[in-house]
């Protein structure tokens, strides 16, 4: 039976770990928070809906939430997979994902750690940062 919060079934590995959240947040539902951070969870949960509504009920009026998920990118193209052309370029395929304008390393940051060239056509994660 899916966890209505979580999303995990029975057999699901992380199931253990969903129940025990949800009865942590149940548990703790009159307390409220500061600020919540969470990295590379939130894309695990089918109910997003409502663990943003509990989130907006724990969190203090001005309480920020921070998050990193995967970006949206990464499962955009039908075929995830880098594509090179004649020329050697790496080029990341899109068939599903809307272009918006963010961030991208500089040159110079390149210069300095150069495995961030990729970061130009597929970034690694999407951080959030949001006040109640």
Not at 28 to 57: E, N
Not at 69 to 77: L, Q, T, V
Not at 79 to 88: A, F, M, N, R, V
Request: with cysteine; net charge negative; glycine share 4%.
């Amino acid at each position: 039976m899916p966890n209505p919060v979580f999303g995990a079934r029975d057999t699901d590995p992380w199931n253990e770990a969903w129940t025990a959240l949800a009865a942590l947040a149940e548990a703790t539902s009159h307390i409220r928070l500061g600020v919540l951070v969470t990295s590379l969870a939130l894309h695990y949960i089918q109910d997003i809906a409502g663990v943003f509504s509990a989130v907006h009920r724990a969190l203090v009026p001005g309480g920020p939430l921070i998050f990193s998920i995967e970006h949206p990118i990464n499962m955009a193209p039908r075929h995830p997979e880098w594509t090179i052309d004649s020329h050697g370029h790496k080029t990341w395929p899109l068939n599903q994902f809307a272009c918006i304008e963010e961030w991208a390393p500089t040159d110079e940051q390149i210069a300095a750690k150069p495995e961030l060239i990729d970061e130009r056509e597929r970034p690694m994660f999407l951080l959030v940062a949001a006040r109640r």
